[in-house]
T-cell receptor
Framework: GAVVSQHPSWVICKSGTSVKIECRSLDFQATTMFWYRQFPKQSLMLMAT?????????EQGVEKDKFLINHASLTLSTLTVTSAHPEDSSFYIC??????????????FGQGTRLTVV | AQKITQTQPGMFVQEKEAVTLDCTYD???????LFWYKQPSSGEMIFLIYQGSYDQQNATEGRYSLNFQKARKSANLVISASQLGDSAMYFCAMREGLSSGNTPLVFGKGTRLSVIA
């Protein structure tokens, strides 16, 4: 089945530094990928929609200058948390769908990245 | 307004018994899909089952079945013969506009299932 790979699986960074998270579709092309954030014991909240070759679409309340998304190829989207602060500590997870499998198919998720800002 | 409502923050079930996890949804789109995902403590999201709004029959996948009641806008997940490995968070999710493009999933708050030996 379709596989989405996310890297790194966990990262600890100092306040004020930037962290890049990669999301790759391994055996299919993904013109669109989605980035979610999940705080402890909470649900997945959509942050942004990443579109290959164009600007990402951000959800209300998500700072586009803080969470930079780049979707430079059909298999790779990156999320960069810039000038990270402790409140950015969270679980970030990406997803994509293999549209060649049809419109009514499930989304595949990366393994997620647990970010801790100290 | 909440699009996906899961009213059970936590559920306990005895091993080998069946359990139903509730999910109600809200949409005015006639074309939508309902999904259930399992999230173990590792964080990965594991797809379990899918039900399309136009599907006439309830979806089944092994020990998982979906009790789809369209008029009541509910899509409850039934897990039969529970196993210890079923202990995890379970999320109900919906995708609207199935025919209009690649739209994102919207998730409920989840239900934590604990299977007791």
């Amino acid at each position: 089945g379709a596989v989405v790979s996310q890297h790194p699986s966990w990262v600890i960074c100092k306040s004020g530094t930037s962290v890049k998270i990669e999301c790759r579709s391994l055996d299919f092309q993904a013109t669109t990928m989605f980035w979610y954030r999940q705080f402890p014991k909470q649900s997945l909240m959509l942050m942004a929609t990443s579109n290959e070759g164009s600007k990402a679409t951000y959800e209300q309340g998500v700072e586009k200058d803080k969470f930079l998304i780049n979707h430079a190829s059909l298999t790779l989207s990156t999320l960069t948390v810039t000038s990270a602060h402790p409140e950015d500590s969270s679980f970030y997870i990406c997803s994509a769908r293999d549209l060649d499998r049809g419109m009514n198919t499930e989304a595949f998720f990366g393994q997620g990245t647990r970010l801790t800002v100290v | 307004a909440q699009k996906i409502t899961q009213t059970q923050p936590g559920m306990f079930v005895q091993e080998k018994e069946a359990v139903t996890l509730d999910c109600t949804y809200d949409t005015s789109d006639p074309s939508y899909g309902l999904f259930w995902y399992k999230q173990p403590s590792s964080g990965e999201m594991i797809f379990l089952i899918y039900q399309g709004s136009y599907d006439q029959q309830n979806a089944t996948e092994g020990r998982y079945s979906l009790n789809f009641q369209k008029a009541r806008k509910s899509a409850n997940l039934v897990i039969s013969a529970s196993q210890l490995g079923d202990s995890a968070m379970y999320f109900c999710a919906m995708r609207e506009g199935l025919s209009s493009g690649n739209t994102p999933l919207v998730f409920g708050k989840g239900t934590r299932l604990s299977v007791i030996a």
